[in-house]
């Protein structure tokens, strides 16, 4: 089982509010990353690191931004949340054998 | 950029039959993974593939990483109603570095 935690686990808020979704794991992995998926549909990745102080963008633009101050913690903030941001925010990790371990996601609604 | 057939979208079934889905890709693919995501919740794996041809059981869940190394096959056997959600196939590609990319997912439904 996965020791990879994401809170809050819903979360709706109105236009224009900054937001920060949490994400931590416990298994000392490199890698971590984040994914935006609409409900029932493909993941895509928006963020990725590689490690501490690592951050790359992924395949779909998104306007949120993480860090990686500590190789637990990758956290994804929105400066200005807009209805267009409401999706479900899934954050994975993974070591050299490229498993992902995902966490049960965040589903945001902006109103 | 690089991406993933998987097939077929979504699936009708009754209880008790045999489902079979598949991913295809027109690159070379170094590992196969597969996951299932219940509604509301992160996927979790399934299967890892590691070498073409490798067939791999989990219970009733059995996966084959293809010969050619371009596709990747899942079947469940018996299926109950806990098998309902969404089966997602991931490869890493031979030039990636840790990156995999996803198929589009095979919804599973279990007909009443």
């Known amino acids: 089982e996965a020791d990879i935690y994401q809170t809050p686990r819903y979360l709706v808020i109105g236009t224009g509010k900054k937001i920060t979704l949490e994400c931590s794991q416990t298994?000392?992995?490199?890698?971590m990353y984040w994914y935006q998926q609409d409900p029932g549909m493909e993941l895509h990745l928006i963020h990725y690191?590689?490690?501490?102080?690592?951050?790359e963008k992924g395949d779909l633009s998104s306007e949120s931004t993480v860090s990686r101050i500590r190789t637990e913690h990758f956290p994804l903030t929105l400066e200005s949340a807009r209805p267009s941001h409401t999706s479900q925010y899934l954050c994975a990790s993974s070591l050299a054998e490229n498993i992902q371990y995902f966490g049960a996601g965040t589903r945001l609604s902006v109103l | 950029g690089q991406q993933l057939n998987q097939s077929p979208q979504s699936m009708f079934i009754q209880e008790g039959e045999d489902v079979s889905m598949n991913c295809t890709s027109s690159s070379i693919f170094n590992t196969w993974l597969w996951y299932k995501q219940d509604p509301g919740e992160g996927p979790v794996l399934l299967i890892a593939?590691?070498?073409a041809g490798e067939l791999t059981s989990n219970g009733r869940l059995t996966a084959q990483f293809g010969t050619t190394r371009k596709d990747s096959f899942l079947n469940i056997s018996a299926s109950i109603p806990s098998d309902v959600g969404i089966y997602f196939c991931a490869g890493q590609p031979r030039d990636s570095n840790y990156q995999l990319i996803w198929g589009a997912g095979t919804k599973l439904i279990i007909k009443p």
């Open positions: 298994m000392g992995h490199d890698k």
């Open positions: 690191s590689y490690g501490v102080n690592s951050t």
């Open positions: 593939l590691y070498k």
